[in-house]
């Protein structure tokens, strides 16, 4: 028991030797963020297919006058996700006019000139606010009455949701 006692001794004498002989060290980072500016998304101008026929369909694309159109607002240059909500069909009452087909564009300046084509319908995609912090989407489609198609004022709501990532 005695050997033990002396060991025990001299292991607590080494290691605290050891605890004094070294020294604590530590450092610093800093923790930083960077808060963009809150997008606002406008629907600035609505889808209209104007006048339209049974059995003819009619296609707005979005460098016509009657596309509709999204401003946006955004921090400069960032990177935003557009996506789309879409209506199936335009509604009258009960009777519903279908909508083929959905066409998109995007450009940090309000024309359709050199603009970035996308398919709403497709999912989210991917743009970039300017340097001055806008970008403008604009949709267009097609819709295709029946020949029986009801005479009537359809109506249906296009969402344009945008996020950063």
Wanted: hydrophobic share 45%; net charge positive.
């Amino acid at each position: 028991m005695r050997i033990l006692t002396k060991v025990s001794a001299v292991v607590v004498a080494f290691m605290s030797l050891n605890a004094a002989g070294a020294s604590a060290q530590s450092a610093n980072i800093n923790a930083t963020a960077t808060v963009f500016q809150a997008i606002t998304v406008t629907g600035a101008r609505y889808l209209s297919f104007g006048n339209v026929f049974p059995v003819v369909a009619k296609t707005v694309v979005v460098s016509d006058a009657t596309s509709g159109r999204f401003d946006l607002t955004g921090q400069s240059s960032g990177n935003v996700n557009v996506s789309f909500t879409l209506p199936t069909n335009l509604t009258s009452g009960a009777n519903n006019l279908p909508i083929g087909t959905w066409t998109g564009c995007t450009n940090g300046t309000n024309t359709t000139t050199g603009c970035t084509s996308f398919t709403p319908s497709a999912g989210a995609t991917a743009s970039a606010f300017s340097g001055a912090g806008a970008l403008f989407v604009w949709v267009g489609g097609t819709v295709s009455p029946a020949a029986n198609q009801a005479a009537g004022a359809y109506t249906g709501v296009v969402t344009l949701t945008a996020a950063y990532f």
